[in-house]
Nanobody, 131 residues
Framework: QVQLVESGGGSVQAGGSLKLSCTVSGDTFDYCMGWFRQAPGKEREGVAISYAQLNTKYYADSVKGRFTISQDNARNTVDLQMNLLQPEDAGMYYC?????????????????????????WGQGTQVTVSS
C-alpha cells in the first residue's frame, strides 16, 4: 500500500519560490506520481505528473516554465519546485499516485484531468501567495 506525506508548504510573496516534497512509502513501480492543488470553492486540478520509468513529465499550461516535478529514488520523494509564484497558485497542494501507469500509454498527459484515477493521496500542504 502506497502512503504519501507532503511537506514544504508555506507563505510567500508573489514572485517567490517554494519547494514541496512528498515522502513516499510502499512499492511505486509503474506508478505515475502527481501533484494536484485545490483552491477554496474550486475543483481539484492537476499541476504536474511524473512517470519515472520513462522519465516523462507533464504540466498544466498554467505552470509550465515555472514549476518542476522531480523524483528522488534515493530519498523516496517526489518534489515540486515552484518558482515565480502568483496569487492564483495559492491553495492546498496534494501529492497523489496511480498504479499501472504504463497502461495509460499516450494518454498520460490526460492524468492531469483524471483526479478520480489516482488511488493514493497525501493529506495536503497549504500554499499561500500574497500580492
Amino acid at each position: 500500500q502506497v502512503q504519501l506525506v507532503e511537506s514544504g508548504g508555506g507563505s510567500v510573496q508573489a514572485g517567490g519560490s517554494l519547494k514541496l516534497s512528498c515522502t513516499v512509502s510502499g512499492d511505486t513501480f509503474d506508478y505515475c506520481m502527481g501533484w494536484f492543488r485545490q483552491a477554496p470553492g474550486k475543483e481539484r486540478e492537476g499541476v504536474a505528473i511524473s512517470y519515472a520509468q520513462l522519465n516523462t513529465k507533464y504540466y498544466a499550461d498554467s505552470v509550465k516554465g515555472r514549476f518542476t516535478i522531480s523524483q528522488d529514488n534515493a530519498r523516496n520523494t517526489v518534489d515540486l519546485q515552484m518558482n515565480l509564484l502568483q496569487p492564483e497558485d495559492a491553495g492546498m497542494y496534494y501529492c497523489a499516485a496511480v498504479s499501472r501507469c504504463a497502461s495509460y500509454s499516450y494518454r498520460r498527459n490526460e492524468l492531469l484531468r483524471r483526479v478520480a484515477d489516482f488511488e493514493a493521496w497525501g493529506q495536503g500542504t497549504q500554499v499561500t501567495v500574497s500580492s
